[in-house]
C-alpha cells in the first residue's frame, strides 16, 4: 500500500543513452512533482503537474521531458544522459498545490 | 532572491536530550513553512508544517516556532532518539507569483543521536 512508488530504485547507464523514470501514487491527489537531489543532498523542484497540466518547469535542459498520462502518475524521460545528471531523482505528491508534499523512495540514477 | 538556508549542518547529541534545528529564510513573501527528514536511502518524510499566521505548533515530541520578524524557523526534537538521526530540511513555499507552489529546500542538518 505504497503511497508514491517510483520504478526503477537503481539506475546505471550510458552516457548518451535515453532512460525513463515512472511514479505512481495511490493517495488521489491531483498535484505530483520531480525533484532532483544532488550529491551534496540539495534538494530542487524540476516540475509540477497539476491534474495533468504542467505548472512549474524550473530551468531544466530540455532534455528532460515529464509526461503525466493521468493525474496518478508522472514519469520523467531523459534523453541524451549525461554525467552530470548523476542524482537521485524523487517523485511527491499533493492533495493539492501548497498542500503537504509526500515523497516517493527516489530513483538513483548512475551515468557513466 | 530565494533562498532558504540553515545554521548549522551537523547536530551530535546525547540520546534523550532535546534538539533544535534551525533554518533562516530570507524570502518576505514565503507563507508556507514544512520540515522534512530524510533518513538514508529514503524519501523526505513529512514532520511538521507552519502557516505564517501561526509562531509555533506542537506535534508528536516536535515543535516548530517561527520568528516572521528575523525570517528564522526551528524544529525542536524533544526526548531525541537513535532513530531521529537523520538530515533535516526545512522548505518555504510562497503565496503567489511564478513561483506558487513551489517548494524551496534548504541545505539540510544531519542530526546524529549517540546512545
Known amino acids: 500500500d505504497t503511497a508514491v512508488s517510483q520504478t526503477p530504485k537503481y539506475l546505471v547507464t550510458q552516457m548518451g543513452n535515453d532512460k525513463s523514470i515512472k511514479c505512481e501514487q495511490n493517495l488521489g491527489h491531483d498535484t505530483m512533482y520531480w525533484y532532483k537531489q544532488d550529491s551534496k543532498k540539495f534538494l530542487k523542484i524540476m516540475f509540477s503537474?497539476?491534474?495533468?497540466?504542467?505548472?512549474i518547469n524550473e530551468t531544466v535542459p530540455n532534455r528532460f521531458s515529464p509526461k503525466s498520462p493521468d493525474k496518478a502518475h508522472l514519469n520523467l524521460h531523459i534523453n541524451s544522459l549525461e554525467l552530470g545528471d548523476s542524482a537521485v531523482y524523487f517523485c511527491?505528491?499533493?492533495?493539492?498545490?501548497?498542500?503537504?508534499?509526500?515523497f516517493g523512495p527516489g530513483t538513483r540514477l548512475l551515468v557513466l | 532572491g530565494e533562498s532558504v538556508g540553515l545554521h548549522l549542518p551537523t547536530l551530535s547529541v546525547q540520546e534523550g536530550d532535546n534538539s533544535i534545528i534551525n533554518c533562516a529564510y530570507s524570502?518576505?513573501?514565503?507563507?508556507?513553512f514544512i520540515w522534512y527528514k530524510q533518513e538514508s536511502g529514503k524519501g523526505p518524510q513529512f514532520i511538521i508544517d507552519i502557516r505564517s499566521n501561526m509562531d509555533k505548533r506542537q506535534g508528536q515530541r516536535v515543535t516548530v516556532l517561527l520568528n516572521k520578524t528575523v525570517k528564522h524557523l526551528s524544529l525542536q526534537i524533544a526526548a531525541t532518539q537513535p532513530g531521529d538521526s537523520a538530515v533535516y530540511f526545512c522548505a518555504e513555499n510562497m503565496a503567489g507569483g511564478t513561483s506558487y507552489g513551489k517548494l524551496t529546500f534548504g541545505q539540510g542538518t544531519i542530526l546524529t543521536v549517540h546512545p
Open positions: 511527491a505528491s499533493s492533495r493539492e498545490m501548497r498542500e503537504t508534499q509526500y
Open positions: 503537474y497539476n491534474n495533468k497540466e504542467l505548472i
Open positions: 524570502n518576505s513573501a514565503s507563507d508556507y
